[in-house]
């Protein structure tokens, strides 16, 4: 592949000198907390907005759905333009149109402008998501990028947590209307942190151009995919999904044509033939997908299973994302010196272990019995995670950087949304004792990935460099 060195870029092989890098990383967790917080902060307040809107409660979902259809939708078309203009005008390009869009949020005083304004947030999260990874690739020394992207999970853990916890605090003085507007400047200081300080692309593809066929395609792929999950475990009639599933195959079935011939491809199959990272982008797709069908179920186990109220609900599940901040960049650090498919298969063990331990609850345990079986989880989790990302942004070709962080975004997303799918599936099926049965689902999808972490174990160290 050509490639021509930018006269104004940086100078630098091997990360950012101090305290550049210091200020860039702040610029890139300002960029993540934005992003992943919003993806739940308006789940606290959507009875208040479904109010003030006049819509149904059925209806009010669509502010926290288009923002995620909007996302995943666009990471990989998002993650080529990363590629071939560079990776900080991406970020940047997304901080605007994510503060701009955020502020719309904040004005908006009907229904479907609150929903156009979060597609536009969703929009601008896709360009954000796109390339965070791959900025920290380029700030941190190649020494040091386990510890880089395990501090990259603290944060966005941290963010999770942080979501419905802030919008509750905000909510106690203010309409849901700041929940937005709060981005706002958020937004200026993060722009303004990337603008000076995060590294300007050294290599450019020369021939590569942003394909618009491609583009739509894999978004109708990902979007017909996520409308016929949600048809066939939401109760929409029987035709809707038949309609969805026969469009899904045709379009998705051009989308891997076209991809397979691609010079420059969204859907990366030239990485996907590495075996460490088609192996380590499956387990993520795993994990992910296991831990939303746990956070989905667990609340209906502790309050209607278990007879917890809703803030002690609250209390035990924040156990699950405060571990994850504290292990995640230990875990980083280790992934420098130990085998990531020996520390992934670890924790995945550990995450399925606690799950199944949860499932086995029976009476009236008490709060300490749940507190560490959540705490399990997410230190099973958390050691997962840091050396998983490590090695799928590790294993791509550096000018492919790009797309590596472009497929490690949409595993994260697409196992998300499918776990999401899969709980309302079993709950449907299982009426009476849903949430326990997705709880064994996921420790069961679990098991079976930490047993795939293993089979890394068979790569050799060096392609983990």
């Known amino acids: 592949m050509e490639t021509v060195l930018d006269p104004n870029a940086d100078i630098q092989t091997d990360g950012l000198p101090m305290p550049r890098r210091i200020y860039a990383v702040l610029g890139i967790w300002c960029g993540i907390f934005l992003s992943v917080m919003n993806n739940s902060i308006a789940n606290v307040s959507l009875p208040t907005i479904s109010a003030d809107l006049g819509v149904e409660a059925s209806t009010v979902v669509w502010v926290i759905n288009a923002y995620q259809l909007a996302t995943i939708m666009l990471i990989l078309p998002f993650a080529a333009l990363g590629e071939i203009f560079g990776y900080r005008k991406v970020y940047l390009v997304g901080i605007v149109v994510f503060s701009l869009s955020s502020l719309a ?22 360009f954000v998501t796109c390339v965070n990874t791959t900025l920290v690739r380029l700030i941190y020394p190649k020494r040091k990028l386990g510890r880089g992207i395990g501090l990259n999970a603290s ?42 300080f995060l590294p300007r692309d050294q290599k450019h593809n020369i021939g590569q151009k942003f394909n618009f066929k491609y583009s739509l395609l894999s978004a109708a792929t990902f979007g017909l995919l996520i409308f016929t999950l949600e048809s066939f475990t939401h109760g929409w ?18 989308f891997v044509r076209s991809q397979l011939s691609a010079k420059y491809p969204l859907l990366p199959f030239d990485l996907l033939r590495i075996p460490l990272f088609s192996v380590s982008i499956m ?28 803030s002690q609900t609250g209390m035990l599940m924040t156990s699950w994302p405060v571990i ?100 309302a599936f079993v709950f449907i099926v299982f009426p009476d004792n849903g949430p326990r049965m997705s709880l064994l689902v996921a420790a069961a999808i679990a098991c079976v990935a930490s047993v795939v972490s293993f089979s890394r174990l068979s790569f050799r160290k060096t392609q983990f460099q």
């Open 105 to 126: 949020c904040a004005l908006s005083s009907s229904f479907p402008v609150l929903v156009v304004a979060r597609v536009c947030q969703g929009i601008g999260s896709a």
């Open 155 to 196: 944060v966005v853990a941290t963010s999770a947590a942080a979501g419905p916890a802030v919008a509750g605090a905000l909510l106690m003085f203010f309409d849901w209307h700041i929940l937005f507007a709060i981005n706002v400047p958020f937004g200026v200081f993060a722009f303004a942190l990337g603008w000076f």
């Open 237 to 254: 009639s029987c035709w809707s999904t038949v309609v969805l599933g026969a469009l899904f195959v045709p379009v998705a079935f051009v």
């Open 283 to 310: 387990t993520s797709v795993c994990s992910y997908l296991a831990q939303m069908l746990a956070l989905i179920s667990l609340p209906f186990f502790f309050q209607r299973v278990l007879g917890y109220s809703e």
């Open 324 to 423: 994850i901040i504290f292990i995640a960049p230990v875990a980083g650090f280790l992934a420098e010196k130990v085998h990531a498919g020996a520390m992934g298969g670890v924790g995945l063990a550990c995450l399925s272990g606690g799950l199944f331990l949860l499932f086995s609850l029976q009476g009236n345990p008490s709060t300490f019995s749940i507190v560490w079986r959540m705490l399990l989880c997410g230190f099973g989790f958390a050691l997962f995670q840091s050396p998983n990302n490590s090695a799928i942004v590790g294993s791509a070709p550096r000018e492919r950087s790009g797309s590596a962080s472009g497929m490690l975004a949409t595993a994260r997303l697409l196992g998300q949304t499918t776990g999401a799918s899969i709980a």
